[in-house]
Every structure is written in C-alpha cells, then in structure tokens.
C-alpha cells in the first residue's frame, strides 16, 4: 500500500521569500506523484505531476518539485512566495504498478503569507 | 469550457434520512471518481467509475454508501442512513480516460454535506 506524508500542516513565509512543502511518499515501486492545491470555497486544482520523465517538474504559477527516490521525497517550492499563494496544498499518489486510479492525498500544508 | 460541476453545493439532512449528490463530469471524461475530504483532512478515494462500471469501489466505507453512472457520464452518490460521520465535503473528480499516463483527475467544488 502506498501512503503520503506532509511534514508540517501549517507554514507561514513572508511575501518574497522561499516557499518549500515537503512530500514524502512510500511505495515499493515509485509512484506518479501530484500536487494540488486549493483555494477556500474552490475545488482541488493541479499544479503539477511526475510520471517518470524529468526528476524536475515544473508547474502553474512558478511552482515546482524535484522527485528524489533516494529521499522518497517530492517536496514543492516556489522562489519567491506572493499573497495570492495563500492556501492548502496537498501531496497525492497514484500507483505505477497496479494501475490503480485513486489518488492518496496527504493530510495538506495550509501556506500562510505575510505582507 | 465548463468544469466538473456537483449539485447541490451544500446538503442538511437529519440522521437516519437518504441523500443523493450529484456529479457532471467535464464532457467527453470517461473515468469519474468520488472522495470524501473531513475536517482537515485530505480526500479520501471512495470509488472510480470507467464508463458506466464501478471499476474499484474498494473506498465505500460501509454498505450505505452506493454510487451510479448509468449513462457513462452524469453520477449519483447515495448514502442511506445517514450518520453524523458521514458529515464532510464530497468530492467528485473526472479524467480524459482511465490510463494511468492520462490520469490528471479535476476536480469539482464539492458538495458539502451535514448530518444533523
């Protein structure tokens, strides 16, 4: 069985600085890996995904996450954080091996951004 | 163009009583899935649809909880008996297909439901 965990329910950054949400996965064989993120009121909408081309993956509104398997990690970061980054993210996995199609979410980050 | 759209957006029912939330895929998704998101959790899967099948229901907590498609496209998830637990936001979820590579599921704003 795969799982996610998010290290951290809560991060606050001020406006400008470094974003960093950290995702480790565990699987006997390396997932596809998502972020979402979402918005009070709205629903889930992807930032990004790996499905095993590039290890760096890059997505909307200059986010990106490196996946490492040495680490079991898929942590996202964005250089530099704007007010309008406010909200919950969540890590997600979906299995390679059996082709199962759920989605397993983590528990998400509530991103805090201070003027 | 449009969204997944879920009806009604917000639900009050009293224990015990039967509900139906609805879910309009994005026209033309053959896979549609349904999650349940408590309280400051992530969602959880309760079962995935390709076509008008139940390709793995393996997430329905109990036996009240039922879902159909019988048209390939719009879907119902219906809860009997409800309980005070089963209080959360239903999430409904659809992709271009079931393949794994093309499984970039979007998602609807939910129906929050309330069990008094």
């Known amino acids: 069985a795969q799982s996610v965990t998010q290290l951290g329910s809560h991060v606050s950054v001020s406006e400008g600085a470094l974003v960093l949400l950290r995702c480790n996965y565990s699987?006997?064989?390396?997932?596809?890996l998502f972020w979402y993120v979402q918005y009070p009121n709205q629903g889930l909408q992807l930032l990004l995904k790996?499905?095993?081309?590039?290890?760096l993956v890059k997505g909307i509104n200059g986010f990106e996450a490196e996946f490492k398997k040495s680490e079991t990690s898929f942590h996202l970061t964005k250089p530099s954080a704007h007010m309008s980054d406010a909200a919950e993210y969540f890590c997600?996995?979906?299995?390679?091996?059996?082709?199962?199609?759920?989605?397993?979410f983590g528990s998400g980050t509530r991103l805090q951004v201070q003027p | 163009g449009a969204g997944v759209s879920q009806t009604p957006s917000n639900k009050v029912t009293e224990k015990g009583k039967y509900v139906e939330l609805r879910c309009d895929p994005i026209?033309?998704?053959?896979?549609l899935y349904w999650y349940r998101q408590s309280l400051g959790q992530g969602p959880e899967f309760l079962i995935y649809?390709?076509?008008?099948?139940?390709?793995?229901d393996s997430g329905l907590p109990n036996d009240r909880f039922f879902a159909v498609r019988p048209e390939g496209s719009v879907s119902t998830l219906k809860i009997q008996r409800t309980e005070r637990g089963d209080s959360a936001v239903y999430l409904c979820?659809?992709?271009?297909?079931?393949?794994?590579?093309?499984?970039?599921?979007?998602f609807g704003p939910g129906t929050r439901l309330t069990v008094l």
């Open positions: 649809f390709q076509g008008t099948g139940a390709a793995d």
């Open positions: 979820a659809s992709s271009k297909s079931g393949l794994v590579l093309e499984n970039t599921q979007y």
């Open positions: 026209s033309g998704h053959t896979a």
């Open positions: 699987s006997s064989v390396p997932p596809y």
């Open positions: 790996y499905t095993s081309a590039a290890t």
């Open positions: 997600a996995v979906s299995a390679k091996d059996t082709g199962r199609r759920a989605l397993t």
